[in-house]
């Protein structure tokens, strides 16, 4: 993980949910996200990162903080995309250590569907 992500945990999240340009991205596969997902997460897959990122790149870029998660604390997901977010210029990210598993178990805002950039 590079030194320039931040490690958060869900309440530090949460803290940050309706925050002005905070973008929650949800690195699980889409089936994942389409059953639920962080309400106003917006679904950027590692695998699909190339194509994706190219078409949410200035709305990444010049977001106040990028919160990526993945399912849970055994998943790497949320790492990965946080590294090649980092590799592709972005900053300011915040890795959400957790997952959805920790955040869905709050009782923390969750919605169902496509959503907020797909």
Not at 67 to 85: H, K, W
Request: proline share 5%; charged share 25%.
């Amino acid at each position: 993980m590079p030194p320039s992500v931040t490690y958060v945990s869900v309440g530090e999240a949460m803290s940050r949910l309706d925050q002005p340009g905070v973008i929650f991205l949800d690195a699980r596969l889409p089936d994942e996200f389409v059953r639920s997902h962080v309400s106003g997460a917006v679904n950027l897959p590692v695998e699909r990162f190339k194509g994706d990122y190219g078409r949410l790149k200035a709305r990444l870029r010049s977001a106040a903080a990028l919160v990526c998660y993945c399912e849970n604390i055994s998943c790497d997901e949320g790492a990965r995309l946080s590294t090649r977010l980092t590799e592709a210029g972005c900053d300011n990210i915040l890795f959400m250590f957790e997952g959805w598993e920790a955040w869905e178990e709050a009782g923390y805002p969750v919605s169902a569907g496509r959503e907020a950039g797909r």
